[in-house]
Structures are given as structure tokens and as C-alpha cells.
């Protein structure tokens, strides 16, 4: 049996929109590629390699042009490090020869914008780092199998503080958030269940983090998720916007740090949202949810080249009910579909004629 494999950026198209799932991992349509995702990739990367590149200032002089050499020593010098970063990110993609690297630029200048965006948030970012010290590990990789799927991902940071493991979530991208993003973002849940599978498997890691008696109850056995385990998401961009907003009043200023928890329940629902969407797909239905949420798809031009499929299907009528089968735009219905849909039919039309009987039993 062929295992269905999920990353991190699967769950999320899943998660937010199937249409959207179907046409990036399905059809591999060519999805947009905004700004704000390199932005994101970048950030990411300099927050993993913060402590490698970071020196005295006598470091930085003497290796800044070297390979494996230090990069800077004091904010300003991060700030403009990163600044230098993107504009390398930026002529890159606008020197490659493949089309998808090309960014899809949203107004004119935004890439110069942009660079001293970078440079303000590099700049207030650093005393965060700084304070918060060199995390246990960062950017640690997972692989496990359950059943007929395997999961795959990197954890962005772990630490432990106060005797408590604590699991860490970089997030770029503006920093307010919801209550309910920061309580069931599923990639959070995937970050636990993925630390507990490195622990079932490696004692030494489990050891290293105080979670070596319970690494066999891991995957589980009986648990999947430890209660124990601390989550928390930095967000990248927020000590910029506090700083930008601080005059307006505390209500404008978003949190740097969010703590959340996670259990079992929390994966037992990303499994359930994944069964939902596996047998969407195989039935084969599927459609656009539009809503506000489009205008930032990064598979919306995608996803509108497929509005014509809306008219191929005619509707079609029995025992009172219509069928839309334009509400699955993107597959023909599969025999399996009809099938179901034709029993579907057959037990109202059952049921209809059984409360007839019943009526006339009554009467008589």
C-alpha cells in the first residue's frame, strides 16, 4: 500500500482550503509566488544561524569575509546584514531562469520598501534573540509513519526552561492573531507529535530534554501528545510593529509571544480534517470556498482558471431532489460517486414510500 505523505505546507492547504490542497499538491498547478514567502524563508533562515554569525566586533572585522565568518555583533549590523539578504533574494530570483522563482511583485518598488521593512524588523528583533539565549535545538527534522501516512517536518526551536520542555514556532508575517489560530494551528500539534516520535526512537535526544522515563508511551502508547510539554509562537515581526504603534495605545500592540497547549485531541482533529479531505478527493468533491480569505491564496489565479468547469456539468433532477454536480468543478464524478449518489436517492425514495404506508395504515 502506497503511503500518503504530508509536510507541514499540505496540512496548511488541507487545513484552510481543499480546493486550494487539490490544485498545489493534486493537479501541481503553479501557485503565486509573494513576496512575504521569501520574506518568511529568510527570516527563518537568519533566526537558525542568529548564534553561528553573531561575534564580537573584533570577530566581525577580522572574518566578516570569510566563509563560516562573523556577521555581526550588535543590531545595527544584524539590521543591515539582513537588509543586504533580501536584496541578494531579490536579484537572484530576478536573474533565474525558472519561473517559479520570479516573485509576483504587488505594486511598484515594494522590493526597496520591502528591504528597509527587513531592516527595521532585523533591528528590533535582535535584544529578543539576545535576551532569550541560544535554544537546545533548532530546525530538527522528523519522519514518522502512522497507519498508511507519513508525516515529515523541521521544529523550528526547542528549549528547555524551568525543567519544562518548550516547543517553539517562528511565525513572520504581520503578528496579530487569533485566539483560536494560536490554540489550533495544526502545524503546532504536528511539532508535538513529531518531538514525541524523535524521542520513541532516540533515548539519547529523549534524555537530553528530562523526557527519557516517558519515551516509550510516546506514538501511542498510550499517548501521542505529552500535556507536560510547553508551545509557544514567536512572532518575528511583532517587536517592529510595537515599536511603530507604541504612541497609538496599548490595544494596538501585538504580543511577541503566544503560550499554547496541546493534547492528543488536538491530533485526533488533524486526523479527522484529513480523512474529510482524502475522501473529498476521491469522491471527487471538491470546490472554490470563496470568501475573503482568496484575495491572499497563493492559488487563486489557479483556482480561477477554473470557474468555466462551474458550467460543464448539468444538474439533474430525481424524486424531487437536484443534484448539483457542478459543486465538484474540478473531477468528474467517479463511478463510487454515483454510486452513493444513486443509493442516496434510492433510500429517500424508500423512505418517502414507507411513510406513504404508514399514512394509509393510520387512515384505515
Known sequence: MELLKYT???????????????LRWVEKATPLNPPFFGKGRMFHELVEHFWDRLGTQE??????KKTGGKRYS????????????????????????????????????????????????????????????????QEIPFDFVL???????????IRVRDE?????????????????K??????????NVGLGSLCYVDERFAKSLGLEKQRKNFMGNPFFVSEEIENEFFMI?????????????????????HKTKRTDSHFYEVLKMLDGAERALKMGIIYPERGRKCDSCVMKKACEKKLEDAVREVPEGKHGQTIFRFAAPVFKFTEETNLILEQTRQMDLFKKQRKQREHVTAVS
Not at 492547504?13 to 481543499?18: E, K, P, Q, T, V
Not at 528591504?115 to 539576545?130: C, N, T
Request: glycine share 6%; charged share 35%; aromatic share 16%.
Open 74 to 137: 550588535n543590531a545595527e549590523e544584524f539590521a543591515n546584514y539582513a537588509s543586504g539578504k533580501w536584496m541578494s533574494i531579490v536579484i537572484g530570483a530576478e536573474h533565474s531562469s525558472n519561473p517559479r522563482s520570479r516573485i509576483d511583485w504587488e505594486r511598484d518598488g515594494q522590493k526597496y520598501a520591502m528591504k528597509e521593512e527587513v531592516r527595521s524588523i532585523s533591528y528590533y528583533l535582535f535584544p529578543y534573540l539576545i535576551e532569550r539565549g541560544k535554544p537546545l535545538y
Open 164 to 180: 519544562k520542555v518548550v516547543i517553539e514556532d517562528f511565525k513572520t508575517g504581520r503578528p496579530w492573531v487569533g485566539q483560536m
Open 59 to 64: 570577530e566581525v572585522s577580522r572574518t566578516r
Open 237 to 257: 515581526e511583532a517587536p517592529y510593529f510595537r515599536k511603530k504603534f507604541e504612541e497609538r495605545g496599548k490595544e494596538y500592540l501585538p504580543e511577541v509571544f
Open 147 to 157: 497507519g498508511r501516512r507519513r508525516f515529515r517536518g523541521r521544529i523550528d526551536g
Open 182 to 191: 494560536v490554540d489550533h494551528d495544526p502545524q503546532m500539534t504536528m511539532y
Open 8 to 22: 507541514f505546507s499540505m496540512l496548511d492547504d488541507a487545513n484552510y482550503c481543499l480546493m486550494r490542497y487539490y
